[in-house]
């Protein structure tokens, strides 16, 4: 340990020194803004020295619009600025900006861009920055009046799996935050939570494959950061939205997002609510072989289910700057969500000659309240221009109760009727303390160092009763109760250098992880508890070099890691259907994974990457038989999974009218694991997704995207089969271009079906999955209020707090 320690503390050190080196050169800062003054982000700059006119430097502006370079003073400058939608600039750097070390340049949409449009709407759907791929949700007409999960299911590189699961660059284990902020839900919660936020309330999505060291290490395939909008205007202003969708059930999404902002003082509101009614129905056909690998028996299954949800989403914070130099502020967070579903499903047992034997008629519903309240509080100090001290704490309560009901009926003379409830409340409280330092050294480094520490609590019970309707007795065998409590610490350091053509990262992060459960036992089971301790050192960085003004190309390694999710660890056993049931593995072990990557850019238009990746401990959803008739679906470690990746990346305009982005990715993934028996799974699989986006005339702009994903594979014992989707949309200003009407049909050909084959213990079933997805969907939003006309300031640390909303 105390070596590991030595070396943390030896690379933070080596960035400092690194940093203090003589220099002979100058830092220059350009910022680039639209044409209302808010930061344009992932704008490409080419910086030209006289002294070297075939050799000029690049840069990408970051999340406020800023690009550091490094001047020789003896040489004469010249500046170019790209941006999709926007004018290009050329400009000579005048001595003035020469000696002031600075320069704002604001772009200027072009003048066959759709005026009618919101600034967002002007913005590429798709920017590539260092490190991120970011997904402009406003910018595709298609994804008004969606849910943040239909969002994600056709951004780059995203998959949705049949059960809401999220993959990034054909790998599972995806780290989901919103507003940088874990949500610590996983599986059918997380699902819920996503599939209950409208994506009127969010701006963007940031798709993170090889996040630095600041980041927490979870999330074997990268991060997902969804961002909630923020009006930076001062004044008054607010947008209001609304759409109705139809497709074979209703679905409604409103929003308002209202911000003050005046002096030092900056408050805002958002408020949603998500109305959504909605089918599923599954098809499975299950075939249980003997001893002699022949069919046994076979099993028959229907099952629909009708669902309804309302989501209310509210947050409301403010902020503060107490001096030119410091900044507190804080948020409240507050969601409920309420579910409720009927289902009715068919199951015919069938001899080997596919007779059917025997009918199974089972009736079910299901309610489901979800309830959580958080709490944000932040501070930020800036010391001078190149240091800055930041603090944040989070209090979040989730409190979820389900309630489930299930009657099978033999249908046949002198059948049975016999009764299934649930009563399925959990609790879940987590507390969060995050310290982020960051110091600007010499002219182009900056060393980021930090420490967090999260603790969660949760308490969960399963209640389940038989009976016939009248009369219910304890069923002992499925009822329990869990309680978990984990802590995590975690110290990072990351220093970051730019020299020329090249500029490179370097990190290292910390975490220790441990963990206490209980299941408590009954009358029939005796308890049981367990810990668990385990730590490791997790680094992390790039090098990428600058070929030319058209070329770059970076290097990237990382290590990674996923918990077991505490849902995970729960033994409960979940009812699906009288057949099958779904239950946690309480010996769920940490998965670990090496991640490298090499990627090449070509200006704004081609993007490529070849990437790596190796995990151990693999997390793989997992059946197994219980008795003659009953499967099980848990996760596990299964041992080891290889992926190769290639993807490619294209944005380009064939026409002034005519935008196209477009993505292709190859994964070759290898699962070698036991579960009973030896497995060795392998596929490749191939992911479309492709969004044109079209300027009709002044007042119409439209939309064509989709995806396809081939054949693939995620888990040890499941194949996916086919699936995809496309997407029509069309939009134009209304209210002389205060408000904008949008009508879009998602899944226009109803394609978007799950359907696949999982391998068990001596069975096997093929299923396929169909929902509610064709949706006609009209959408509303009107921008209203008047912003300020205040006196510029002068830049630096002062009005870059009071460009500060939000957190």
Same mark, same amino acid.
């Given at each position: 340990?105390?070596?590991?320690?030595?070396?943390?503390?030896?690379?933070?050190?080596?960035?400092?020194?690194?940093?203090?080196g003589? /220099?002979?050169?100058?830092?220059?800062?350009?910022?680039?803004?639209?044409?209302?003054?808010?930061?344009?982000?992932?704008?490409?700059?080419?910086?030209?020295?006289?002294?070297h006119? !075939?050799?000029? &430097?690049?840069?990408?502006?970051?999340e406020?619009g800023?690009?550091?370079?490094?001047?020789?003073?003896?040489a004469?400058?010249?500046?170019?600025?790209?941006?999709?939608?926007? =004018?290009?600039?050329?400009?000579?750097?005048s001595?003035e900006?020469?000696?002031?070390?600075?320069?704002?340049?604001?772009?200027?949409?072009?003048?066959?861009?759709?005026?009618?449009?919101?600034v967002?709407?002007?913005?590429?759907?798709?920017?590539?920055?260092? #490190?991120?791929?970011?997904?402009?949700?406003?910018?595709?007409?298609?994804?008004?009046?969606t849910?943040?999960?239909?969002?994600?299911?056709?951004?780059?590189?995203?998959?949705?799996?049949?059960n809401g +699961?999220?993959s990034?660059?054909?790998? =599972?284990?995806?780290?989901?935050?919103?507003?940088?902020?874990q949500?610590?839900?996983?599986?059918?919660?997380?699902?819920?939570?996503?599939?209950?936020?409208?994506?009127n309330?969010?701006?963007?999505?940031?798709?993170?494959?090889?996040?630095?060291?600041?980041?927490?290490?979870?999330g074997n395939?990268?991060?997902?950061?969804?961002?909630?909008?923020?009006?930076?205007?001062?004044?008054?202003?607010?947008?209001l939205?609304?759409?109705?969708?139809?497709?074979?059930?209703?679905?409604?999404?409103?929003?308002?997002?209202? !911000?003050?902002?005046?002096?030092r003082?900056?408050?805002?509101?958002?408020?949603s609510?998500?109305?959504?009614?909605s089918?599923?129905?599954?098809?499975?056909?299950?075939?249980?072989?003997n001893?002699?690998?022949?069919?046994d028996?076979?099993?028959?299954?229907l099952?629909?289910?009708?669902?309804?949800?309302?989501?209310?989403?509210?947050?409301?914070?403010l902020?503060? /700057?107490?001096?030119?130099?410091?900044?507190?502020?804080?948020?409240l967070?507050?969601?409920t969500?309420?579910?409720?579903?009927?289902g009715?499903?068919?199951?015919?047992?069938?001899?080997?000659?596919?007779?059917?034997?025997?009918?199974?008629?089972?009736? /079910?519903t299901?309610?489901a309240l979800?309830?959580?309240?958080?709490?944000?509080?932040?501070?930020? @100090?800036?010391?001078?221009?190149?240091?800055q001290?930041?603090?944040?704490?989070?209090?979040?309560?989730?409190?979820?109760?389900?309630?489930?009901?299930?009657?099978?009926?033999?249908?046949a003379?002198?059948?049975?009727?016999?009764?299934?409830?649930?009563?399925?409340?959990?609790?879940?409280?987590?507390?969060?303390?995050?310290?982020?330092?960051?110091?600007?050294i010499?002219?182009?480094?900056?060393?980021?160092?930090g420490?967090? !520490?999260? @603790?969660?609590?949760?308490d969960? =019970?399963?209640?389940?009763q038989n009976? !016939?309707?009248?009369?219910?007795?304890?069923?002992?065998?499925?009822?329990?109760?869990?309680?978990y409590?984990?802590?995590? @610490?975690?110290?990072?350091?990351?220093?970051?250098?730019?020299?020329d053509?090249?500029?490179?990262?370097?990190?290292?992060?910390?975490? /220790?992880?441990?963990?206490?459960?209980?299941?408590?036992g009954?009358?029939?089971?005796?308890?049981s508890?367990?810990?668990?301790?385990?730590?490791?050192?997790?680094?992390? #960085?790039?090098?990428?070099?600058?070929?030319?003004?058209?070329?770059?190309? =970076?290097?990237?390694a +990382?290590?990674?890691?996923?918990?077991?999710?505490?849902?995970?660890?729960?033994?409960?056993?979940?009812?699906?259907?009288k057949?099958?049931?779904?239950?946690?593995?309480p010996?769920?072990?940490?998965?670990?994974?090496?991640?490298?990557?090499?990627? @090449?850019?070509?200006?704004?238009?081609?993007?490529?990457?070849?990437?790596?990746?190796?995990?151990?401990?693999?997390?793989?959803?997992?059946?197994?038989?219980?008795?003659?008739?009953?499967?099980i679906?848990t996760?596990?470690?299964?041992g080891?999974?290889?992926?190769?990746?290639?993807?490619?990346?294209?944005?380009?305009?064939?026409?002034?009218?005519?935008s196209?982005?477009g993505q292709?990715?190859f994964?070759?993934k290898?699962?070698n694991?036991?579960?009973?028996?030896?497995?060795?799974?392998?596929i490749?699989?191939?992911?479309?997704?492709?969004?044109?986006?079209?300027?009709?005339?002044?007042?119409?702009s439209?939309e064509?995207? +989709?995806?396809?994903?081939?054949?693939?594979?995620?888990?040890? &014992?499941?194949?996916?089969?086919?699936?995809?989707?496309?997407?029509?949309g069309?939009s134009?200003?209304?209210?002389?271009?205060?408000?904008?009407?949008?009508?879009?049909?998602?899944?226009?050909?109803?394609?978007?079906v799950?359907?696949?084959?999982?391998?068990?213990?001596?069975?096997?079933?093929?299923?396929?999955?169909?929902?509610?997805?064709?949706?006609?969907?009209?959408?509303?939003?009107?921008?209203?209020g008047?912003?300020?006309?205040s006196a510029?300031?002068?830049g630096?640390?002062?009005?870059?707090?009071?460009?500060?909303? +939000?957190?």
């Amino acid at each position: 340990m105390q070596q590991y320690l030595t070396i943390f503390f030896l690379l933070a050190c080596l960035g400092f020194c690194w940093g203090q080196g003589p /220099s002979a050169e100058a830092t220059f800062t350009l910022s680039v803004v639209d044409e209302k003054q808010e930061p344009l982000i992932g704008a490409t700059i080419e910086l030209l020295a006289s002294t070297h006119p !075939n050799s000029p &430097q690049m840069a990408v502006t970051d999340e406020k619009g800023v690009a550091v370079f490094s001047l020789k003073p003896s040489a004469t400058f010249s500046i170019k600025v790209r941006f999709v939608g926007y =004018t290009e600039v050329s400009s000579a750097l005048s001595p003035e900006a020469i000696a002031a070390q600075k320069l704002t340049l604001a772009l200027q949409p072009d003048s066959k861009t759709l005026e009618g449009i919101t600034v967002s709407g002007r913005k590429a759907l798709i920017q590539r920055v260092q #490190g991120k791929t970011i997904v402009n949700v406003d910018a595709a007409v298609t994804n008004a009046g969606t849910t943040v999960l239909e969002v994600l299911e056709k951004s780059p590189g995203v998959m949705v799996d049949r059960n809401g +699961g999220l993959s990034l660059m054909g790998k =599972t284990g995806v780290l989901v935050l919103i507003d940088d902020k874990q949500t610590y839900l996983s599986g059918a919660e997380l699902n819920n939570l996503l599939s209950g936020m409208s994506s009127n309330q969010v701006d963007q999505i940031e798709l993170i494959t090889n996040p630095s060291a600041k980041y927490d290490a979870s999330g074997n395939a990268g991060i997902i950061n969804i961002k909630t909008k923020k009006n930076k205007q001062k004044g008054f202003n607010g947008v209001l939205s609304n759409s109705y969708g139809q497709g074979v059930y209703a679905k409604s999404n409103n929003s308002l997002v209202l !911000n003050y902002r005046n002096g030092r003082f900056n408050t805002f509101l958002t408020y949603s609510s998500n109305y959504n009614e909605s089918f599923i129905k599954i098809y499975a056909l299950r075939e249980y072989f003997n001893a002699q690998d022949q069919v046994d028996a076979g099993l028959d299954q229907l099952w629909t289910l009708i669902n309804n949800s309302f989501n209310n989403t509210l947050k409301t914070g403010l902020d503060y /700057s107490i001096s030119d130099k410091t900044t507190l502020g804080f948020a409240l967070t507050g969601i409920t969500n309420t579910r409720g579903g009927r289902g009715i499903a068919r199951a015919n047992w069938e001899n080997p000659q596919g007779i059917v034997d025997s009918t199974i008629e089972t009736n /079910s519903t299901s309610k489901a309240l979800f309830e959580t309240g958080g709490i944000n509080l932040y501070a930020k @100090h800036t010391f001078s221009k190149k240091q800055q001290l930041a603090v944040d704490f989070d209090w979040l309560s989730y409190d979820i109760n389900n309630e489930q009901f299930f009657n099978n009926a033999l249908v046949a003379n002198g059948g049975y009727n016999e009764g299934t409830r649930g009563f399925l409340p959990s609790t879940l409280e987590i507390s969060s303390l995050k310290i982020d330092h960051s110091l600007q050294i010499g002219e182009n480094g900056k060393l980021e160092t930090g420490y967090k !520490n999260s @603790h969660i609590n949760t308490d969960n =019970t399963a209640d389940y009763q038989n009976g !016939n309707g009248t009369i219910w007795k304890q069923d002992y065998g499925k009822t329990n109760r869990f309680l978990y409590a984990e802590n995590i @610490h975690a110290l990072y350091s990351s220093y970051e250098q730019k020299m020329d053509r090249f500029s490179m990262q370097l990190g290292l992060r910390y975490e /220790s992880t441990n963990y206490d459960a209980n299941q408590l036992g009954n009358v029939e089971r005796p308890d049981s508890a367990f810990s668990r301790q385990y730590n490791g050192f997790f680094p992390s #960085g790039y090098l990428s070099y600058q070929l030319d003004s058209s070329n770059a190309f =970076t290097l990237t390694a +990382g290590r990674r890691l996923d918990r077991p999710p505490f849902q995970q660890l729960n033994p409960f056993v979940n009812i699906i259907n009288k057949y099958t049931y779904e239950r946690g593995n309480p010996f769920s072990l940490p998965q670990y994974t090496w991640n490298l990557e090499l990627s @090449h850019q070509y200006k704004d238009f081609l993007s490529t990457a070849v990437s790596y990746s190796i995990i151990r401990n693999y997390f793989s959803q997992l059946f197994v038989s219980e008795g003659e008739d009953i499967l099980i679906y848990t996760k596990g470690n299964v041992g080891k999974m290889y992926n190769f990746g290639i993807s490619v990346a294209l944005q380009l305009s064939p026409f002034k009218w005519w935008s196209f982005n477009g993505q292709v990715m190859f994964n070759y993934k290898e699962l070698n694991g036991y579960q009973n028996i030896d497995y060795t799974s392998s596929i490749s699989q191939v992911n479309f997704s492709i969004s044109n986006q079209f300027r009709l005339n002044d007042v119409y702009s439209a939309e064509i995207s +989709g995806f396809y994903t081939t054949r693939a594979r995620n888990d040890l &014992q499941e194949l996916l089969y086919d699936t995809g989707q496309l997407s029509l949309g069309i939009s134009r200003p209304v209210f002389k271009k205060k408000a904008t009407l949008k009508l879009s049909i998602r899944d226009l050909f109803y394609t978007q079906v799950m359907e696949g084959l999982t391998d068990f213990p001596d069975a096997e079933e093929y299923f396929l999955l169909t929902r509610d997805s064709r949706v006609l969907n009209l959408a509303f939003s009107y921008r209203f209020g008047k912003p300020l006309k205040s006196a510029r300031r002068n830049g630096g640390a002062a009005s870059d707090e009071m460009e500060r909303v +939000g957190n």
